[in-house]
């Protein structure tokens, strides 16, 4: 086998593409970020948090010396800001020539979300803000990037949603329920308006996990006890296990799938009744250590 063929055989499965990645200071974008770097990919990880965004950019340096030749770019932005948006689209074409990936994860579980009688205006407005508006923005300007991009040769949307999507919750958290329904209706609409310009639009349905989003909100034993026995896997999902489904769908060897939602949830929607057996699986490990543990 010649040198060319071994090294072509190393490449990565995002090789020569380039990905912003929003959320990216954090749980699922923060291991989203650091595995598209390892599968060769350019990433600009976009945070409101711009500290958290560098810290990940430091990361991916740190753990692939090669990725500094590839500019990894840290961007502050607030996705609920169209004009932000816009900016961090932007931004990305100038220093990375082009857009291949628009990975549209960041979101937020306000803590006084509640019912439909409790829950403020003020609250379903933020949350639809980021959740929903800014997942439009992400969409948006990705598209017209896309159509930049000679030989319509296209582009890949990961919009991050929420098995939420299909599930009502008894422990109510109304606004971002109803953000996460609209993120799945609005992408397999775009999926099925763009398909014919090569841009593939999925949604990332992920169950409840490990992060901060959802552990700052479930702050008891109690409270996480309550979630996880509706989980047929009997855990809460790890950030990497959702980074791996986005992978795959980022990637070419997703080349046929659009307008559809990719459910990494334990089981949780295909759930009547759960067992009450102890949970006897071991949860993989991130790969690279969440940012509180760093510090
Ligand atoms: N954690 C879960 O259980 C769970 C379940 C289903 C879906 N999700 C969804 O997954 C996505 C990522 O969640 P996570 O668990 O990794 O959360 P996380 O809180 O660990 O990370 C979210 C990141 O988004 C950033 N962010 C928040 N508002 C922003 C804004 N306006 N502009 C730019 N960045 C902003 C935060 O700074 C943070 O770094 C979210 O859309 C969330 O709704 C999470």
Redesign the pocket.
């Known amino acids: 086998m010649s040198i060319s063929q071994v090294v072509k055989d190393l490449k990565g499965r995002l090789d020569g593409k380039v990905a912003i990645i ?2 990216g ?5 923060y291991e989203s970020s650091i595995l598209f770097a390892r599968e060769g990919a350019d990433v600009v990880v ?4 711009l500290k ?1 965004a560098e810290l990940t950019v430091d990361r991916i340096k740190e753990k692939f010396p090669l990725h500094v030749r590839k500019h990894t770019a840290a961007y502050k ?4 800001k169209e004009e932000e948006v816009k900016k961090l689209v932007e931004f990305t074409l100038k220093e990375f020539g082009k857009l291949d990936i628009m990975f549209n ?5 306000h803590p006084h979300d509640d019912n439909a009688l409790n829950t403020d205006e003020k609250v379903w407005d933020v949350t639809m803000d ?2 929903l508006k ?1 997942v439009w923005f992400g969409c948006k300007y990705a598209i017209e990037a896309f159509r930049r991009k000679p030989n319509k040769a296209g582009g890949v949307i990961i919009n ?1 949603a ?2 939420v999507g299909f599930l009502g919750s008894a422990t109510p958290q109304i606004a971002y329920t109803a953000s996460k329904g609209a993120v799945i209706s609005m992408s397999r609409e775009l999926a099925v308006n763009h398909a014919r310009e090569n841009i593939r639009v999925n949604t990332l349905c ?4 490990r ?4 552990m700052d909100y479930l702050n008891t034993e109690e409270k996480k006890n309550r979630r996880l026995a509706h989980v047929p896997i009997g855990r809460f999902g790890e ?1 990497i296990e959702q980074a791996q489904a986005a992978l795959f769908l980022a990637s070419d060897e997703a080349s046929y799938i659009t307008g559809t939602e990719l459910k990494v949830d334990g089981g949780i929607t295909a759930a009547y009744v759960t067992s009450d057996e102890a949970c006897v699986n071991i949860p993989p490990k991130n790969y690279y250590k969440p940012q509180a543990e760093k510090k």
Do not use: H, K, Q, Y
């Open positions: 929003t959320g200071g954090s749980g699922i974008g976009a945070d409101i948090n958290a932005v607030d996705v609920a994860n960041a979101g937020i579980m980021i959740n800014g991050t929420s098995f992920p169950g409840p996990l992060t901060p989003l959802l950030p």
